[in-house]
């Protein structure tokens, strides 16, 4: 059974950085595409940065502040949030897609077929 696991959330003032952890568990996502996402009170899930084995994807709203990045030996996927800013504020998500070597990285959540519980990301002003 696969799992992915979410840590790193929690409060911090605006400017502040965190970073994210994905542990996925059951089996490995090294070349698979991977994501994070969030969700604030009452929005959508919307796309944060995403990631294959050809590169990076990165939202709007979060380049030059966020940094995506995957380590193969740990299995484990990784969100650096930079300069935060209480816009920022949702539950962030891990994903990931089933068996993929296309190397495309995706932006919609239903291209993904795993989820996290979600970590809690708290930005005051």
């Known amino acids: 059974q696969v799992q992915l696991v979410e840590s790193g959330g929690g409060l911090v003032q605006a400017g502040g950085s965190l970073r994210l952890s994905c542990a996925p568990s059951g089996r490995a996502f090294n070349v698979y595409p991977m994501a994070w996402f969030r969700q604030a009170p009452g929005k959508e899930r919307e796309f944060v940065a995403a990631?294959?084995?050809?590169?990076?994807s990165y939202a709007d709203s979060v380049k030059g502040r966020f940094t995506i990045s995957r380590d193969s030996l740990k299995n484990t996927l990784y969100l650096q949030m930079n300069n935060l800013k209480p816009e920022d504020t949702a539950v962030y998500y891990c994903?990931?897609?089933?068996?993929?070597?296309?190397?495309?990285?995706?932006?919609?959540?239903?291209?993904?077929?795993?989820w996290g519980q979600g970590t809690q990301v708290t930005v005051s002003s």
């Open positions: 990631v294959s084995w050809t590169g990076f």
């Open positions: 994903a990931a897609r089933n068996t993929d070597y296309s190397g495309s990285y995706y932006s919609t959540p239903r291209d993904y077929d795993y």
